[in-house]
């Protein structure tokens, strides 16, 4: 049963450029949700999508986009790169319940360097 | 103020240790308590999960809950050095009907186990 997966596994881009960052969910698994992880720190929600429509968003600017396909497998796109946007990006699957045990699994990241 | 707030160490003990990590939440409405365990340049992989207050064990892993301190604990039984990682504690509001739940992270706490 093959996990999280996701691509690329780092990424090196400089300030204005635009970035797409890849997700397929674990196997069953109807959402994604994204989070951004500078170092040091822990993760940040950036936003979750199931059914194909963002379903939640954080404290994140419109600079930072998603899609989910019908597959579930999901995009992130990054606008106008910064600086700051230098982080571990995070993709967790979870089973859409609407109700308690949604437990997220997360995949291995993508490492975006950002000069 | 951090609605979640973890001691970041770094925590450096002994093989056979008793580790003790903790974490303090602000948000009355935080009812789901996880911790996560992130080796270096991966994702965090799950560990423990609760919900009700008290304590919960598995294995060399007790998770403890104190709803009415808002306070968050795991303790690690005869540590080994492969238990050396970053652990994150994560908090969950329940799912509302038209969206998913999404985790909110402490900082983290780096530790390390010495043979």
């Known amino acids: 049963d093959a996990g999280v997966t996701q691509s690329p596994t780092h990424l090196i881009k400089t300030r204005g450029q635009q970035v797409t960052l890849r997700c397929s969910p674990k196997s069953g698994h109807d959402t994604v949700s994204w989070y951004q992880q500078a170092l040091g720190q822990g993760p940040q929600f950036i936003f979750q999508y199931y059914e194909e429509e963002e379903r939640q968003r954080g404290n994140f600017p419109d600079r930072f986009s998603g899609h989910q396909f019908p597959n579930y497998s999901s995009e992130l796109n990054v606008n106008a790169l910064l600086l700051g946007d230098s982080a571990l990006y995070l993709c967790?699957?979870?089973?859409?319940?609407?109700?308690?045990?949604?437990?997220?699994?997360f995949g291995p990241g993508t490492r975006l360097l950002v000069l | 103020q951090k609605e979640v707030e973890q001691d970041p160490g770094p925590l450096s003990v002994p093989e056979g240790a008793i580790v003790s990590l903790n974490c303090t939440y602000s948000n009355s409405a935080f009812q789901y308590f996880m911790w996560y365990r992130q080796y270096s340049r991966k994702g965090p992989e799950l560990l423990m999960y609760t919900y009700s207050s008290g304590n919960k064990e598995d294995g060399r892993f007790t998770a403890q809950v104190d709803k009415s301190s808002k306070y968050i604990s795991l303790f690690i039984r005869d540590s080994q050095p492969s238990d050396s990682a970053t652990y994150l504690c994560?908090?969950?509001?329940?799912?509302?009907?038209?969206?998913?739940?999404?985790?909110?992270f402490g900082e983290g706490t780096q530790l390390t186990v010495n043979p």
């Open positions: 967790a699957s979870s089973l859409h319940h609407g109700g308690i045990r949604e437990t997220q699994y």
């Open positions: 994560a908090m969950i509001i329940p799912a509302q009907e038209t969206s998913g739940s999404r985790l909110t």
